[in-house]
């Protein structure tokens, strides 16, 4: 195996006053889940064999967030950061034991935070952003990914009252756009936008195996461990590796489609073979093969669909 290929990885669990506790010389397995919706991304780890000390420890609560950066030697990067929601212990055999751990990203955000303001006459959605955008900083969220919001003035004031996730609901409605906190960000992303750049995807640079058409025309497709492929990329295919599906079985008539399947027609896949991710998971076995990102992907779409490639920080 070349060097490139060398995994990477490193778990960090910090407590309240910022001390951190480095596991990553243990056997751990991970599982994360991220997809394109309001919801936090969620991991579940099971660390192997740590001391009763330190095992006391994080199931009595005593770190508050866990990090973990994977990926190959020439390429790894944070691929979780969030707050730790319950542990607990447990033992596989005789001589192994374990702690599972389950957490979000900006959890406490998304469960707690609420907003309680009053916009004067004139108001315009920059303005209600940077409302709700306040109503988090003490839960340590920024600004992060947001398209540009339209500067109309509202002739009358709005007041602003209930659960954030709530109100950011009604922004991102307003802007035909879902939105997310990720890595300590408010992230916003309209319909029909994509990050910047494409990730060329082939068994030179991490596929495995065929990726696989859906039904309704999505790709189903699993690689190794890429930190640079997240929500709303894009990934370019060769559309001839792509296994077409076929039709659903006629529960009437099952030798019908059993003599003659019904292939769904690949007009429907992307034409360039570029697709955005909206949903995404990791698995990792830190002693084990699995190393690995499973990819859902619909085609890009029209071609003159919006990038989004800047944190506009500078206007809040």
Not at 75 to 93: H, P, V
Not at 242 to 247: A, G, I, L
Request: proline fraction near 3%; charged fraction near 20%.
């Amino acid at each position: 195996m070349s060097e490139n290929w060398v995994r990477k990885c490193s778990l960090v669990m910090v407590d309240e006053k910022g001390n951190g506790l480095d596991l990553s010389s243990f056997k751990f397995t991970f599982s994360i889940t991220w997809q394109d919706t309001k919801y936090p991304k969620e991991a579940v780890f099971k660390i192997y064999n740590l001391s009763s000390d330190v095992a006391n420890k994080i199931t009595r609560g005593e770190f508050a967030k866990i990090q973990l950066l994977a990926g190959y030697q020439d390429n790894a990067g944070l691929i979780f950061s969030g707050e730790i929601n319950f542990s607990i212990d447990g033992r596989d055999n005789e001589t192994d034991t374990f702690v599972t751990i389950q957490a979000s990203e900006n959890d406490k955000a998304f469960c707690y935070a609420t907003v309680n303001t009053t916009l004067a006459a004139g108001y315009s959605k920059t303005d209600i952003f940077q409302a709700l955008l306040k109503a988090v900083k003490n839960f340590g969220v920024t600004v992060g990914l947001i398209p540009e919001l339209d500067d109309v003035k509202m002739p009358r004031g709005k007041p602003i009252y209930g659960m954030h996730r709530d109100e950011m609901d009604r922004l991102a409605l307003q802007n035909k756009a879902t939105w997310q906190y990720v890595n300590n960000t408010i992230q916003m992303r309209p319909d029909n936008t994509h990050s910047a750049g494409t990730i060329v995807l082939n068994n030179r640079t991490g596929l495995i195996g065929m990726p696989q058409q859906t039904i309704d025309g999505g790709i189903n497709l699993r690689c190794l461990i890429n930190p640079n492929i997240i929500i709303n990329s894009l990934v370019r295919l060769d559309n001839s590796s792509v296994y077409n599906t076929t039709s659903p079985i006629d529960n009437a008539n099952p030798a019908k489609t059993a003599k003659k399947p019904v292939k769904v027609p690949s007009s429907i896949l992307s034409k360039d073979g570029d697709y955005k991710v909206i949903n995404l998971s990791y698995h990792g076995d830190t002693r084990g093969n699995e190393w690995y990102m499973d990819l859902v992907c619909v085609a890009k779409g029209k071609a003159d669909a919006i990038t989004l490639n800047k944190v506009r920080s500078d206007d809040y």
